[in-house]
Structure formats: structure tokens, C-alpha cells
């Protein structure tokens, strides 16, 4: 059963230009979650996801991030107009059900140039 | 709203020694309680977790934790570490946050260090 899938691992972006990060949760798992990590400062929360809906984007900047879980296909964390600031490591993590563990993926890389 | 408190940022111990990581967190309710550990450039990784019941949970690769509701504490412990154990660890709760949804919340983690 393989685990939770994040692609690209490693992404760099100008100033001013989108990124898109990937997610495909384990098999079985319809509840998605996103977090950025900077260092020295742990992982902070962003979204909460399940198919189709967005149940918490409480942590979510409201402007240029946006999210989604269709109901084929894998989530997307989508940035736009990036800016230096935006760089992080971005990390999905999948659970079967609500109030579970997370399972999480490697984590897409992002640098802002 | 829940928090974590890590309050060691780095830890340095010998292979062999016991080690205990601190983690103390705040929740007006029975918390849902995780250890993860996170190697340079990979994932989190989950090492054990607390849901209910006995307060002292076995996890993998030998580590432990012991729930402390008197003391809102959920501190991990290995009696013997291994140079493979340099990481870094992550206290974390999980708690509902209103409108049908549910976080974990991540204390800053620990990196421990281990001399050979």
C-alpha cells in the first residue's frame, strides 16, 4: 500500500509566478490536510480537505493560496504570485477518518528566486 | 485553542543513554496525543499515539510515552538510544476546532543529537 504521494519534491518558482503542488492521499484515505514548515517553527496547519469540500482553511492565507480535493484526482495547493516569503517546505497529510492519525508524505520543497 | 510545548529545541545525548523528550500541552478537554519524528528532508513519521485508556503507550522502534493529565504532559522516552535515533521529534495534539473540524496542532520539535 504505498503512502502518501507529493510531487514535486523539489520546486523552484520566480517571483510573481504560480505553483501548484500535488497530493495523493493513501488508499482508502478521503480526509486531506496541508501544512507548511519553516525552520526553526514546526508545522503549521493551513487546510483541511475532504473530497470535494473544504472543511477548515482557517490556517490558509486568503489571498493567492488556494486548495482543492476533487472528487478524481489528487489534491492541489495552488499559489499564486509567489513571493520570497512563500518559501517552505508544504507537507500532505492523508487519514481515513476524521479524528485519526495523519499519515504524511515527503513534502514539496518550494524556493522562491 | 490547543497549543504544545516543546521546551527542549535540541538535545545532545551518548548511544546507549536513556532519553526523555519534554512535550506539555494545552486542551480544555481529553486530548488526542502524538509523537513524530521527522529525518532531514523526509516526512513525519509516526512513533505512537494516545487516544484513550492506559496513559503509557508503546510505540515503534522502541520509544514509549506516558500521558500525564495532572500535569498536561505527554513526555517520550527510549532507555537505550541508538545513533539511528538523531532526528527530529514532534509533539503534537489533536482536537476538534470547531465547525465540524479537526487539527493537529504541532508543538516546534526537538532535535536530538547523538554522539557515538
Known amino acids: 500500500n504505498a503512502g502518501v504521494m507529493q510531487n514535486p519534491r523539489h520546486l523552484v518558482r520566480r517571483r510573481g509566478q504560480e505553483a501548484r503542488l500535488r497530493c495523493s492521499p493513501m488508499k482508502g484515505h478521503s480526509h486531506v490536510y496541508w501544512y507548511r514548515q519553516l525552520p526553526e517553527e514546526g508545522l503549521k496547519f493551513m487546510v483541511y480537505?475532504?473530497?470535494?469540500?473544504?472543511?477548515?482553511e482557517s490556517g490558509m492565507p486568503k489571498e493567492r493560496f488556494s486548495a482543492e480535493f476533487p472528487k478524481e484526482g489528487p489534491s492541489i495547493l495552488r499559489i499564486q504570485q509567489v513571493v520570497r516569503g512563500d518559501s517552505a517546505a508544504y507537507f500532505c497529510?492523508?487519514?481515513?477518518?476524521?479524528?485519526?492519525?495523519?499519515?504524511f508524505g515527503n513534502g514539496t520543497r518550494l524556493t522562491v528566486t | 485553542a490547543q497549543s504544545v510545548t516543546q521546551p527542549d529545541i535540541h538535545i545532545t545525548v551518548s548511544e546507549g543513554a536513556s532519553l526523555e523528550l519534554r512535550c506539555n500541552y494545552s486542551y480544555g478537554a481529553t486530548p488526542y496525543l502524538f509523537w513524530y519524528v521527522q529525518s532531514p528532508g523526509q516526512g513525519l513519521q509516526l512513533l505512537l499515539k494516545y487516544f484513550s485508556g492506559d496513559t503509557l503507550v508503546q510505540g515503534i522502534k522502541g520509544f514509549e510515552a506516558e500521558f500525564k493529565r495532572s500535569q498536561s504532559s505527554f513526555n517520550l522516552r527510549k532507555p537505550s538510544v541508538h545513533w539511528s535515533d538523531a532526528a527530529e521529534y514532534f509533539c503534537?495534539?489533536?482536537?476538534?476546532?470547531?465547525?465540524?473540524?479537526?487539527?493537529?496542532?504541532f508543538g516546534k520539535g526537538t532535535k536530538l543529537s547523538v554522539i557515538p
Open positions: 480537505l475532504q473530497k470535494e469540500n473544504i472543511i477548515d
Open positions: 503534537a495534539v489533536g482536537a476538534d476546532s470547531g465547525a465540524g473540524s479537526y487539527q493537529l496542532t
Open positions: 497529510a492523508s487519514s481515513p477518518r476524521r479524528g485519526e492519525s495523519l499519515h
